[in-house]
Nanobody
Framework: VQLQASGGGLEQAGGSLRLSCAVS????????MSWFRQGPGEEREFVAG???????IAYENSVKGRFTISSDAKNTVYLQMNSLKSEDTDIYYC????????????????????WGQGTLVTVSS
């Protein structure tokens, strides 16, 4: 499984960015997908996840109502980030977890064996 993340950049507080993660190398429906983020010296933190079915979605509390995770039929997962805050500044990673239950969004970083290269999001206040 190969994951290619893109869409990061510099944005002002209150603005929006959309991250994309193109997935290849395996049947898309075989894995749950999530976005994580990590700052310098910090642990990787769950941001949003979507189940294999696409019906179950989970968000970290601080992004609820601002971020939206979605996927399409072209094997791409998106993270729409609105109302950005300076504390959203981080490197964002997309990740894939194989073999998870069909209707379960997974938030545990240990369940993810495939990672994209990370894309930097910087929010200026």
């Amino acid at each position: 499984v190969q994951l290619q993340a893109s869409g990061g950049g510099l944005e002002q507080a209150g603005g929006s960015l959309r991250l994309s993660c193109a997935v290849s190398g395996h049947t898309f429906e075989s894995y749950a997908m999530s976005w994580f983020r990590q700052g310098p010296g910090e642990e990787r933190e769950f941001v949003a996840g979507i189940s294999r079915s696409g019906r179950k979605i989970a968000y970290e509390n601080s992004v609820k109502g601002r971020f939206t995770i979605s996927s399409d039929a072209k094997n791409t997962v998106y993270l729409q980030m609105n109302s950005l805050k300076s504390e959203d500044t981080d490197i964002y990673y997309c990740a894939a977890s194989l073999g998870t239950p069909w209707d379960s969004a997974r938030a545990d970083v240990r369940e993810y064996g495939y990672w994209g290269q990370g894309t930097l999001v910087t929010v200026s206040s």
